[in-house]
């Protein structure tokens, strides 16, 4: 089967200005996820959405991050505007549902530096 | 809120060398567990998992007990292989997964 599909997989730009990433989860696939991995540390999570549906946005940081998931499948993850500490590798994942026993299948990510 | 606590790295070994990765957690609740790996380069993937006390997960010949009485889940393998250089992850599963830090192992011929 196909994996997650995450694009760009660099991205350089300047603080203040915005940013957008894409994610394609495994086909069948209703919950996503996107994380956060600064350097050296674990990923955190930012958003799960089950189907189209957010279940847990409590550690996205709303005054500057926005995500979406149109139609329960495609998601992007919107920064704007950009802080010096939002570089990190964004990695998107997906699970079959959204249970404590499903592993995650994650992407490769996408490293963002902000000059 | 929930934690998980890894031991720090780099860990270098020989080649053939018994490995542990030690892993404690903090969790209000009842979670899964899990061990996943970043080789260089790839993505993270799932290694094993185990989702209740006293179960054993294993793949590829590595091994973790979910020990509820010590709050652990360390990653052990009898012998490992340069192909093994990789970067740990523990992580448990609740109401939302939870990472740990992460653990560098450099295994050398």
């Known amino acids: 089967e196909a994996g997650v599909a995450q694009s760009p997989r660099y991205k350089i730009i300047e603080k203040r200005q915005s940013v957008a990433f894409w994610c394609n989860p495994i086909?069948?696939?209703?919950?996503l996820y996107w994380y956060q991995q600064i350097l050296g540390q674990g990923p955190k999570l930012l958003i799960q959405?089950?189907?189209?549906?957010?279940?847990?946005d409590s550690q996205l940081p709303k005054d500057r991050f926005s995500a979406e998931r149109l139609k329960g499948v495609d998601s992007t993850l919107k920064i704007q505007p950009a802080k010096l500490e939002d570089s990190a590798v964004y990695l998107c994942?997906?699970?079959?549902?959204?249970?404590?026993?499903?592993?995650?299948?994650f992407g490769d990510g996408t490293r963002l530096s902000i000059l | 809120g929930n934690s998980v606590t890894q031991m720090e790295g780099p860990v270098t070994l020989s080649e053939e060398a018994f490995l542990t990765i030690n892993c404690t957690y903090t969790a209000t609740g009842y979670p899964s567990l899990f061990w996943y790996v970043q080789y260089p380069g790839e993505g993270l993937q799932l290694l094993l998992k185990a989702t209740k006390a006293d179960d054993k997960g294993s793949n590829k010949g590595f091994e973790a007990t979910y020990r509820k009485e010590t709050t652990s889940f360390h990653l052990e393998k009898g012998s490992v292989q340069v192909s093994d250089s990789a970067v740990y992850f523990c992580a448990l599963s609740e109401m939302q997964v939870t990472f740990g830090s992460g653990t560098q192992l450099t295994v050398l011929p």
């Open positions: 086909s069948g696939h209703a919950t």
């Open positions: 959405f089950q189907n189209n549906g957010v279940v847990d």
């Open positions: 994942a997906s699970s079959l549902e959204g249970g404590r026993d499903q592993p995650q299948h």
